[in-house]
């Protein structure tokens, strides 16, 4: 019996009434995090209020393969052919610094060049950029705008929790299940603190040997989907520093990937997750993660990274002047429920800002080559 595919339809998505009113209210704690991060930070510049660790900018490419299945092959995925493209590797934290203190949760974030058809960004429909804003979670930790409010002022302010000790853990735990205070008890945030606990207990690897997942769900044209970034195994196999030892240096994400690039090529392969059920595989609950036994992930595309030398203090800079955001897509791939459409104008307004204070300039470059020739 063939697995029918939820279609997509506008009312997947469920409207909060409170959205607009709460996502101002990130913004503006977005804002002021950048712009106090040029002081707070000590690099001398703004920061991004999320993934503000960069590792590496890296040239890749993405082939769209052929002879995919009707369902899978939506979008930019129905015509196959290959596009020059880049890669940012990051850590998940609004914070620089020691990697030991940054936690687990990385981040992919591609840019694919030379797609046909407007972006879903208003003030900049023409690029023929293509991106995603990955992680190494199929889950994430927040499921409504409202509950980001204090999750975001705990994740901002978590160096100065931990910093107590055992008693500065334990009064972050309480003012995460509680809302600092605001929840009552029926409404604690059980699901999203049980989802930060399984994210904070991620493997410390190579950045090169995680998954990296949208987290929420995107639009697949006529369907619902996930997208991950699964590392080949082939090349997965071939690393050779896998294991990163966060206490032995300041620095081991970078220099890992560095050695590993210079030495071999690597590659992903683009995967796609269609929703069966939207029960089980709700898009609002993004601290739910899919069954694959509902729907398995299918490849659509390869991500090949050649063998490069990422080493030079540059490589961070033109990385730093980038701007990755999940809503730089064609209407066939738009993001979905409710915390994925707030990252549209919270990604857009911290960009301006960001690069307003560090005198960059801001703008799609029109090509890999641009940057990394």
């Keep these: 019996m063939a697995t029918r595919f939820v279609p997509y339809t506008r009312d997947v998505e469920v409207a909060d009434p409170q959205f607009d009113q709460n996502l101002q209210t990130v913004i503006e704690k977005a804002e002021r995090y950048i712009a106090e991060s040029v002081e707070s930070e000590g690099v001398g510049r703004a920061v991004r209020d999320a993934h503000a660790k960069g590792y590496g900018l890296v040239r890749g490419e993405v082939e769209i393969l052929d002879g995919l299945p009707a369902e899978y092959a939506q979008g930019v995925y129905a015509t196959p052919g290959r596009h020059d493209a880049l890669i940012r590797f990051s850590n998940g934290s609004p914070h620089v610094g020691a990697d ?3 936690g687990g949760a990385t981040g992919l974030a591609l840019k694919i060049f030379d797609i046909d058809g407007p972006t879903l960004l208003e003030d900049e429909p023409d690029t023929r950029t293509f991106d995603y804003a990955n992680i190494n979670a199929p889950i994430f930790f927040c499921n409504t705008v409202e509950h980001y409010l204090f999750i975001q002022d ?5 160096p100065a929790y931990f910093a107590e000790g055992r008693a500065g853990a334990h009064r972050f735990y309480r003012d995460f299940v509680t809302g600092k205070g605001t929840l009552g008890q029926e409404d604690w945030a059980w699901d999203e603190f049980l989802a930060f606990l399984r994210l904070s207990q991620l493997p410390k690897v190579n950045v090169l040997l995680s998954s990296y997942w949208t987290m929420g769900a995107v639009r697949h044209g006529d369907y619902v989907a996930k997208v991950r970034f699964a590392p080949d195994p082939v090349f997965a196999d071939a690393v050779i520093r896998r294991a990163v030892e966060v206490d032995s240096a300041p620095e081991v994400f970078r220099p890992a990937l560095v050695a590993e690039l210079r030495e071999r090529p690597y590659a992903f392969d683009i995967q796609v997750q269609l929703c069966t059920d939207l029960e089980r595989m709700p898009v609002e609950d993004v601290t739910v ?4 036994r509902l729907s398995p992930f299918v490849t659509v595309a390869k991500l090949r990274i050649p063998q490069q030398d990422i080493s030079g203090e540059d490589n961070l800079e033109k990385m730093d002047a980038l701007s990755f955001t999940p809503w730089r897509v064609t209407a ?11 990252r549209k104008e919270v990604y857009r307004r911290s960009s301006v800002l960001r690069h307003k204070l560090n005198q960059q300039q801001r703008e799609e470059p029109p090509s890999a080559d641009r940057l990394l020739p």
């Design 289 to 292: 993660e899919w069954p694959e």
């Design 332 to 342: 066939e791939h738009a993001p979905l429920g409710n915390i994925m459409r707030a």
């Design 154 to 158: 705990l994740f901002l302010q978590a």
């Design 100 to 102: 030991a203190r940054l």
